[in-house]
């Protein structure tokens, strides 16, 4: 891969989009590698965490490459959009729970991608934002649906109606970031989290996100016997047994076996 970046660190990997010079912005080529790089990490069963990022100091990720879309027809944005949303899809269903570790720039494409992931770290020189409709399109990447999602339709709209910016402090004052920290301390604030999760047991946090996930788009009923199908399938694994069992024996480190 040219544009994406792989490593793996205990159970930990991280996917850094790798193109600096043009503030990591997403071209057909990098949206195409990120969807091979997720089916690579996706088939590592010993991976129980996923962080995804960009290189260099100044962006996450800016957007989605202008220079390629400027002369796409109706018809080639289409293609364009499906492909970026079934691989921003394909993170927020991803079999683990992946985090952002935002790292500057977050705007158009880039705030997509992190608004897939579950949960977002800033760095305090982050900068989040839907510029779209001052280029003369919507958001494509399923900005319009995640962001009302995650702070409300009102705050949604006058972001993405306004098309301005907004640092990483009032981020986190809407809901759309989790935590904001100072810039040499993202990383390792992403991987001690990631770290901390992948110390859980893997099938029951997987079960957990996709009972949250699945039940955001029902009714709280339907949630609920989502959520009791999900509980009761924990007790066909080992996981289950071996964590229980360390609870009433006072086993304080347990290593789970993802079974």
Do not use: W
């Not at 899809?89 to 158009?108: D, H, M, Q, S, Y």
């Not at 305090?124 to 319009?144: D, H, K, M, S």
């Not at 981020?171 to 999760?197: F, H, R, S, Y």
């Not at 399938?233 to 289950?240: G, H, I, M, W």
Request: with cysteine; charged share 25%; hydrophobic share 45%.
């Amino acid at each position: 891969m040219e544009t994406i970046l792989i490593a793996k660190e205990g159970h930990v990997a991280t996917i850094t989009i790798n193109r600096p010079k043009a503030l990591n912005a997403l071209s057909t080529q990098v949206l195409t590698e990120l969807n091979a790089a997720l089916d690579e990490v996706a088939a590592d069963q010993d991976v129980y965490a996923l962080v995804i990022t960009g290189a260099g100091e100044k962006s996450f990720v800016a957007g989605a490459d202008i220079a390629e879309m400027k002369d796409k027809s109706v018809e080639e944005a289409a293609v364009y959009g499906k492909f970026g949303n079934e691989v921003f899809r394909k993170i927020e269903t991803f079999r683990c729970p992946v985090i952002a570790a935002v790292n500057g720039f977050a705007l158009g494409g880039g705030c997509e991608l992190a608004m897939s992931c579950d949960i977002r770290i800033a760095a305090e020189n982050a900068v989040f934002g839907q510029p779209e409709v001052g280029l003369g399109i919507t958001p494509g990447f399923g900005g319009t649906q995640r962001l009302a999602r995650l702070v409300g339709a009102g705050i949604a709209k006058e972001m993405i109606y306004t098309a301005r910016n907004i640092k990483a402090d009032r981020a986190a004052e809407i809901g759309l970031v989790n935590k904001v920290v100072a810039a040499e301390e993202l990383m390792p604030t992403v991987m001690k989290m990631a770290a901390g999760i992948a110390k859980n047991a893997p099938i029951a946090v997987a079960y957990a996100k996709k009972a949250i996930n699945n039940g955001l788009q029902t009714d709280i009923d339907n949630g609920i016997a989502i959520e009791v199908e999900e509980f009761s399938n924990c007790f066909a694994t080992e996981d289950q047994t071996y964590g229980m069992t360390c609870f009433l024996e006072k086993v304080r480190e347990k290593q789970f076996s993802n079974k």
